[in-house]
């Protein structure tokens, strides 16, 4: 699996702490802190992924930075990417 932390954290100079940049490719949007993506690109999901998403980060010992979340998040990434026909 690929892990989360192995690519830098999307975030412009000018933002607040709290925020940080949608994690589709490309997408500009300020979102906050523990925000995924933006609600453009979230909803762009399946709804099987963004459940699968919710309980994989559910607060617990193994939720965000978990491999099953990692993948998930990835998985995510890579749909919208497909879905926008982007490379």
Known sequence: HRDLH???TR???????????????GCE???Q???FMCNRHWHMLTRR???AMIR?????????GSPEYNDLCWEAIAF???REGKT
């Open 80 to 82: 919208v990417v497909e």
């Open 33 to 35: 802190e523990g925000t």
């Open 49 to 51: 992924l963004r459940q």
């Open 6 to 8: 192995s690519f830098p």
């Open 29 to 31: 949007v300020r979102v």
């Open 56 to 64: 994989a980060n559910s607060p617990g010992p193994s939720s965000e």
């Open 11 to 25: 975030r412009s100079s000018d933002m607040d702490s709290w925020q940080h940049l949608c994690n589709a490719k």
